[in-house]
Nanobody, 115 residues
Framework: QVQLVESGGGLVQAGGSLRLSCAASRSIASINFMDWYRQAPGKQREHGATIGSSGATDYADIVKSRFTIYRDIGKNMIYLQMNSLKPEDTAVYYC?????????WGEGTQVPVSS
């Protein structure tokens, strides 16, 4: 099992930046994939970014070039650096871990972006 706790959310103005953090309860070095998802009000949860155990990253088109996912293996932390935020980025952001065929989720952190 993996417990995940997100932090770093909060109100930000459009054009601003924010860094989200995700603390894992165990070593992330061997976790196949870790992800950031988001869910906007009234919408389905959608993928934002993924980092694999090799360090390879993947991004949804809507956040590519603005968001960066990275990790600190020594601290068992995953981060999402978000730049050039837009009001449409307003959502609850969730961290997820996929060590195998199972997925584990945090409870999310809210990011409201004001125009």
């Amino acid at each position: 099992q993996v417990q995940l706790v997100e932090s770093g959310g909060g109100l930000v103005q459009a054009g601003g930046s924010l860094r989200l953090s995700c603390a894992a309860s165990r070593s992330i070095a061997s976790i196949n994939f870790m992800d950031w998802y988001r869910q906007a009000p009234g919408k389905q949860r959608e993928h934002g970014a993924t980092i694999g155990s090799s360090g390879a990253t993947d991004y949804a088109d809507i956040v590519k070039s603005r968001f960066t996912i990275y990790r600190d293996i020594g601290k068992n932390m995953i981060y999402l650096q978000m730049n050039s935020l837009k009001p449409e980025d307003t959502a609850v952001y969730y961290c997820a871990a996929r060590p195998d065929e199972r997925s584990y989720w945090g409870e999310g952190t809210q990011v409201p972006v004001s125009s």
